[in-house]
């Protein structure tokens, strides 16, 4: 009887849930699946009628079929679907049976289901997945966080079901109790979009230098043979060749609406160019990940600069109407006999500041684990992170390896670009960094990610920041006290004494 439970059960069918169950059927693991719809479930086994799928229809039946302690990956939509299916799952289940979110929960909701699940004797773990679609098909990066024995009993499914790298490492590990999973999965999302906003920037600077979209593709595929080899830079060449042919597998979604205006959406656009990027608007949107760790960022003070102009590239994207209108009333104030609104580019020198302002990206998004590990009482461990990231998630970047390498010498490393094994690419990518910010600027060509990674570094570097002015001010309006640099001491001085 009990050679016919199944091994593990995943609850939900889009597209996420499917690819991973059918990644666990992979493995050799028999997958039971369920859908609140159930034809949804129905369909994915019948799609794949050689793998190990059995569809239960109720949740009772599905609890019935699993072996103990049950093992339960909900991968449903984030947010109170998630508790409505741990509710009704609770009084099916028995002590030790283990619960999974495997969705892009808030890792304060995973942190509150971990405690309460804790007081009903249920193992919780919340589940960072990356990759997306077909990362859950043939690898994703996985970052379990919660029931440290949880994970125990479902680590030979996750090392099963992980990207790997150099032959068999697998991407994957425990990275901390409560929501320590879906925390260091939310900050890798912040650091994709600075990445993403990297290369979108590159692509402007080359543009309105004149390059067409095949030689930005072999720019970025050079660059892809070296240090600065990344899936998003792999994804860019594609995204970059990719011709805007009459297309019968594009499929029109939904036939909404566009918020902007016809009479608006080709501005500035090349209405004549054969490459499907041309066409596509300059609107980006997002799912809230890369918010809620800037949201984090405000919240524990660490600076994410760069992760932050990422995000709000993409709000300012969303204004396309007000941006057409601006373009017809602000000035570019550019002078035109030295920049002629063009940048000056030197493509080795752009690679150097590419890699730096990557490295700076990283740099942040490791700065806020670090501040959240501590605030959180979680023990992050860096180096761990850095590998996980390393196959199936969107940030694969060569990079890694000399991320890993310095919190190998150093796992309580306070900043990333302090490590020693950083030198040469600080080196080479610093003046070409303000090269690059300052032909831009003058060009009057927007690079907020390249100069906020400026202005980072700049600030990371000042022995003695502007910051005294700001204690006088506020000491002058509001008598908030100022520290000396000279004695110890909280002082206040009557700026406007006249006697
Ligand atoms: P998508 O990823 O396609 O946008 P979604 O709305 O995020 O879809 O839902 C993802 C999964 O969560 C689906 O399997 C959905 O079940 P249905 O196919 O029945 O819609 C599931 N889901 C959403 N709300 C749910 C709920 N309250 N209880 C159980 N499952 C739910």
Redo the contacts with the bound molecule.
Sequence with gaps: MSNNLCDIAVL????M?KNLALNIADNDYKVAIY???TS?AIAAAEENPEQNLSVFVTLEELVANLKRPRKLLL???AG??VD??IESLLPLLDEDDIIMDGGNSHFQDTQRRFEELQQHDIQYLGVGVSGGEEGARRGPAIMPGGSKAAYDAVADIFEAISAKVNDNEACEAYMGSGGAGHYVKMVHNGIEYADMEIIAEIYSLLKANGYSNLEIADVFENWDRGDLSSYLSEITVDILREKDLENPEDDLLDDIESQVGAEYRAVGADNESEFLLDHILDISEQKGTGKWTNQEGLELHVDLSILYSGLNARYMSAEKTLRVQASEILPAGVDAENALGKPNIDIEELGNAFLLARLIAYAQGFALYKSASKAYGWDLDYKSIAATFRGGCIIRSKLLVPIMEAYDKNPDLDNLLLADNFEAAISQGITALRKLVSTASLAGVAIPAFSSALAYYDSLRAARSQANMISAQRDYFGAHTYRRTDRDGVYHHEWNDET
């Design positions: 939900g069918m889009a597209v849930g859908n609140r719809t949804k991968m449903v939509k109170a679907a409505k299916l």
